[in-house]
Every structure is written in structure tokens, then in C-alpha cells.
């Protein structure tokens, strides 16, 4: 296996191991669990991409996630992100798939508004555009240890209200439907995650995030914007541009990712594996307000 760094802030391409690799063989998981915990976020190229290969792979690092109600693939293993309507035309700008495409233009980190939050996702390109469609992503290790030691011990425990409907609003009041709404209530986190395994600590917000407990709502809102530019200033950024046959993994725990946007006139369809997190991730430690609070 060998490791190309994709930025100078974060990610690795893998090759020489494939993801078929991983979900048969241990010893291929075992290197490419270490690759993955030591940087966050990791590129396999030319992949015989396919939904049972991308689930298979994924499942090796822990529970596969179900997709949440009121998305396509609801209740299923594979979230699906597509503006191609059934008949194969595209759909327009005001249609909930493209506003579902501009909330996850946010920065964010995925599922931390569910009450068991992603360990990883695995994203496969499908069809992709011709021009834009990127994936960006962010380390909040990076941006946690750029942090000046006074205000990590400060921020370190702070307990923060993550929900699904606050990214929503920010696109669109009517994007997070009744039955989202009903179905994923605000949970709590630390605001910070760290890795059980090497024991660095990551920024544990993004556009789910929004109040922080002992906080007014202007001075956590300003609290949480300022944190989530710092992370992702240019220059701490991977920007993926999609060729066919990648599939890129990364760590929720440690990183934040938006999707760039694309022209409105071409088909973009990605499909995305989520792997929850448990005790060994470090689970029990962000919890500690959950488990407080209940
Ligand atoms: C995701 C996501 C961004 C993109 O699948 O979780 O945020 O570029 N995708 O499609
Ligand atoms: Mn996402």
C-alpha cells in the first residue's frame, strides 16, 4: 500500500490496496484502518464501483447507517444524491433534490444530527458533470490544534445542539419536512471528538450545529461561524474533482465537506455509504452530554 497525500492539509490517495481489497482480506482493512485514522480522509481511484462492492467495503469498519426518512434510499444503506428525475430529464432549480444538493453545498460533517452519529462515509461517483461538482473537504483536527490553548480548554467540553433542520432552514423553510422534523429532534455533542486511537482532538460542529449550552444564541452563533471559517480557509482545503471510478472515504469525526456547485444543466448522481459510530470511535466521550442530559 502506498500513500500519496492529496493536500497539504489533508487526505491520502491509497494505492495499491482496493476497496474489494478491504472488505476480503484483514490484513488490506488493517492498513487502510490506520491510513484512515491517521488522515481522515482517503481517495481510491479506478474502483469496480458498484452498491454491494461500496457496502461491502464500508461495512468492514463498523454498522452500516440507514438512510433517514424522506431521502431517496430512505431506510435503505445507500443515500442517494442525484438531479435526474425518474423519467431520466433533470430537475429544476426549485425541487427539493436540487435544494438537498444546495444544503450539502454547507459545510458540514455528516449525521451529527442523528442520535448515533457517522463514524465515515464512503461517496462513489456515478455520473458526473462536466464542469464543477467537486467535493471539498476540511481537517477540524487541523483547525482544533490551530486553536490557541486558552480557548480549547474553554471550548473543549462546551455541549453543542446539532439538528438536521437547522442546516435545512438555512436553504429553504420548507426543505425539512414534518415528518424529518418528527423524526430527528436536536441531540447533543462536545465540541470536540477525539480519536480513542491516536488521541488527537477534532472541532466537533458544522451547519447542524447551533446553540451551545451557558451560551446566548448570538454568542454561540458567533462562537460556531467563527470556528467553521477558521477550519475551512482555502488553504486548509482538498478540493476533489470526481473522476469515474473514485470512491472517497472519509472521517465525520475529523473533518468537515461540502459539495461544490455545478450547472443546472447537467447530471450529477453520487451514491453514499454511512458507518455509524460506536464505542471504539470515541462514541461514549462526545456522548457525555447525551448521556448527561437523559
Ligand atoms: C455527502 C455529501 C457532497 C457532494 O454525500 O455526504 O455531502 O459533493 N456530498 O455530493
Ligand atoms: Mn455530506
Do not use: C
Given at each position: 500500500?502506498q500513500?500519496?497525500?492529496?493536500?497539504?492539509?489533508?487526505?491520502?490517495?491509497?494505492?495499491?490496496?482496493?476497496?474489494?481489497?478491504?472488505?476480503?482480506?484483514?490484513?488490506?482493512?488493517?492498513?487502510?484502518?490506520?491510513?484512515?485514522?491517521?488522515?481522515?480522509?482517503?481517495l481510491?481511484?479506478?474502483?469496480?464501483?458498484a452498491?454491494?462492492?461500496?457496502?461491502?467495503?464500508?461495512?468492514?469498519?463498523?454498522p452500516l447507517?440507514?438512510?433517514?426518512?424522506?431521502?431517496?434510499?430512505?431506510?435503505?444503506?445507500?443515500?442517494?444524491?442525484?438531479?435526474?428525475?425518474p423519467?431520466?430529464?433533470?430537475?429544476?432549480?426549485?425541487?427539493?433534490?436540487?435544494?438537498?444538493?444546495?444544503?450539502?453545498?454547507?459545510?458540514?460533517?455528516?449525521?451529527?444530527?442523528?442520535?448515533?452519529p457517522?463514524?465515515?462515509?464512503?461517496?462513489?461517483?456515478?455520473?458526473?458533470?462536466?464542469h464543477?461538482?467537486?467535493?471539498?473537504?476540511?481537517?477540524?483536527?487541523?483547525?482544533?490544534e490551530?486553536?490557541?490553548?486558552?480557548?480549547?480548554?474553554?471550548?473543549?467540553?462546551?455541549?453543542?445542539?446539532h439538528?438536521?433542520?437547522?442546516?435545512?432552514?438555512?436553504?429553504?423553510?420548507?426543505?425539512?419536512?414534518?415528518?424529518?422534523?418528527?423524526?430527528?429532534?436536536?441531540?447533543?455533542?462536545?465540541?470536540?471528538?477525539?480519536?480513542?486511537?491516536?488521541?488527537?482532538?477534532?472541532?466537533?460542529?458544522a451547519?447542524?450545529?447551533?446553540?451551545?449550552?451557558?451560551?446566548?444564541?448570538?454568542?454561540?452563533?458567533?462562537?460556531?461561524?467563527?470556528?467553521?471559517?477558521?477550519?475551512?480557509?482555502?488553504?486548509?482545503?482538498?478540493?476533489?474533482?470526481?473522476?469515474?471510478?473514485?470512491?472517497?472515504?472519509?472521517?465525520?469525526?475529523?473533518?468537515?465537506?461540502?459539495?461544490?456547485?455545478?450547472?443546472?444543466?447537467?447530471?450529477?448522481?453520487?451514491?453514499?455509504?454511512?458507518?455509524?459510530?460506536?464505542?471504539a470511535?470515541?462514541?461514549?466521550?462526545?456522548?457525555?452530554a447525551?448521556?448527561?442530559?437523559?
Amino acid at each position: 500500500m502506498q500513500l500519496v497525500p492529496l493536500s497539504d492539509s489533508v487526505g491520502v490517495e491509497v494505492r495499491g490496496v482496493s476497496i474489494v481489497d478491504v472488505a476480503s482480506d484483514h490484513a488490506a482493512y488493517l492498513a487502510v484502518r490506520a491510513a484512515f485514522e491517521e488522515h481522515s480522509v482517503l481517495l481510491f481511484r479506478d474502483q469496480p464501483v458498484a452498491d454491494d462492492i461500496q457496502a461491502a467495503f464500508s461495512r468492514s469498519f463498523g454498522p452500516l447507517e440507514r438512510t433517514k426518512v424522506a431521502s431517496l434510499g430512505a431506510g435503505g444503506f445507500y443515500s442517494i444524491l442525484k438531479n435526474i428525475a425518474p423519467d431520466g430529464s433533470l430537475v429544476p432549480d426549485d425541487h427539493r433534490e436540487a435544494l438537498v444538493a444546495r444544503a450539502n453545498q454547507l459545510w458540514h460533517t455528516d449525521s451529527s444530527f442523528k442520535a448515533t452519529p457517522a463514524l465515515a462515509s464512503v461517496l462513489s461517483a456515478r455520473t458526473i458533470p462536466g464542469h464543477g461538482g467537486e467535493t471539498q473537504f476540511a481537517s477540524t483536527r487541523k483547525a482544533w490544534e490551530r486553536l490557541p490553548a486558552a480557548t480549547q480548554a474553554r471550548l473543549r467540553d462546551a455541549v453543542v445542539t446539532h439538528s438536521y433542520a437547522n442546516s435545512r432552514d438555512q436553504v429553504s423553510p420548507n426543505l425539512a419536512n414534518a415528518e424529518e422534523r418528527a423524526a430527528l429532534p436536536p441531540v447533543q455533542w462536545r465540541l470536540s471528538w477525539r480519536n480513542p486511537v491516536n488521541r488527537r482532538r477534532a472541532l466537533y460542529v458544522a451547519s447542524h450545529a447551533y446553540a451551545i449550552e451557558g451560551m446566548s444564541d448570538n454568542e454561540a452563533k458567533a462562537t460556531l461561524s467563527g470556528l467553521i471559517e477558521d477550519a475551512t480557509r482555502e488553504e486548509f482545503t482538498y478540493l476533489h474533482r470526481w473522476r469515474a471510478g473514485d470512491v472517497v472515504m472519509w472521517d465525520n469525526r475529523a473533518t468537515m465537506h461540502r459539495g461544490r456547485p455545478w450547472p443546472g444543466d447537467a447530471a450529477r448522481h453520487m451514491v453514499r455509504t454511512t458507518i455509524s459510530a460506536t464505542a471504539a470511535d470515541g462514541l461514549e466521550e462526545v456522548r457525555g452530554a447525551m448521556a448527561r442530559a437523559a
